[in-house]
């Protein structure tokens, strides 16, 4: 029996200790160990999670801010206001709704209900994304003709519109493919890692057409007895809001990149895979 006479070498840990002197099952430890890994990683999540919602809203406040307060707010009749709808709708839309929409398999209270729910959710939160950046895209080209300014001149706008035609094919394909009752088993099977890469990597590519925007439009603005290098607040605005979209794609990567956080069912290798992707 474990007497406070036992002595126990400094070195050896708690576990020896009680299935030597407690004559404690190992399994049982074994178990113990595995549910306090699954709450660790699960506590995670959720933080991970939180602070993806809070990076979220504060983007889309930041960008509202800057384009009302800074840029004198909003209108569609081919002014400079007009284009103020393009980083509202772009980082609402293609970066906070997209992200929103990529983690929505990973929140484990789902994950015991039906699938076709989270699926249906998942395509309506991307079709939203879609149709914003399709009108942020519209606010744009309609300030661009107004002015007789060449499209699709910049950087910027060709990472842009590469994330936007292929965020279309990734929509359609995906409809297609995961949605419609009538496509077969090995398609999704094939379709799926291709379907995951590629959401990951249209959020790099709207994370840098983001960037590369927000750099632009403060070095066309931040010019002649303001400029961007005194770093007046709008350049800290438009600095923090860069910022905060790439903290946000970060998180958003992590959650998506662990393994442990995938849907049971939708884990490489599991038996129901082939049924409920
Ligand atoms: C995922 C996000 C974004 C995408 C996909 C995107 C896409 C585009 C595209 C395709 C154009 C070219 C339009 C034309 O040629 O008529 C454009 C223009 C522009 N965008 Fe964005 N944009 C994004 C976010 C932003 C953000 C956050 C800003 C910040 C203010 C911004 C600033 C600009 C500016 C200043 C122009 C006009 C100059 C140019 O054509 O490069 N964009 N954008």
């Known amino acids: 029996m474990f007497s406070e006479f036992t002595e126990i070498p400094a070195q050896q ?7 030597q002197h407690v004559q404690l099952p190992s399994f049982l430890l ?40 800074w840029r004198g707010g909003f209108a569609w009749d081919g002014s400079g206001l007009q284009f103020n ?6 980082v609402t839309g293609l970066v906070v709704l997209y992200g929103y929409g990529a983690v929505v398999y990973r929140v484990p209270l789902t994950w015991g209900q039906n699938k076709l729910p ?4 998942h395509a309506a939160l991307m079709l939203g994304s879609l149709i ?3 009108l942020g895209l519209c606010a744009v080209f309609a300030v661009h003709n107004a002015k007789n300014t060449p499209n699709l001149y910049s950087l910027h706008s060709w990472i842009g519109i590469t994330a936007i035609i292929l965020f279309a094919l990734q929509w359609g394909v995906g ?28 959020l790099l590519l709207t994370t840098a057409a983001c960037i590369s925007g927000i750099n632009e439009k403060l070095f066309f603005v ?11 607040p709008e350049g800290l605005l438009g600095n ?13 990567l992590k959650i998506l990149s662990n393994i442990k956080w995938q849907r049971p069912d939708s884990r490489p290798g599991e038996i129901a895979y082939t049924v409920s992707v």
């Open 13 to 19: 840990c708690w576990k020896d200790t009680l299935i």
């Open 132 to 134: 914003m950046s399709i």
């Open 222 to 232: 931040l010019k002649g007895n303001v400029t961007y290098s005194s770093l007046p």
């Open 118 to 121: 989270w699926k249906l959710l």
């Open 175 to 202: 409809f297609a493919g995961f949605l419609l009752p009538c496509s077969p088993v090995l398609l999704r099977k094939l379709l799926k890692p291709v379907h995951v890469w590629l959401g990951g990597s249209i």
């Open 85 to 90: 709808w393009h980083p509202v709708l772009m």
């Open 30 to 69: 074994l178990y113990n160990n595995t549910s306090i890994l699954m709450m660790r990683s699960t506590v995670t999540f959720y933080l991970c999670y939180l602070l993806c919602l809070a990076l979220g809203l504060a983007c889309v406040a930041c960008v509202c801010v800057w384009n009302s307060r």
């Open 240 to 252: 923090s809001l860069g910022v905060l979209i790439i903290a946000f794609g970060l998180v958003v």
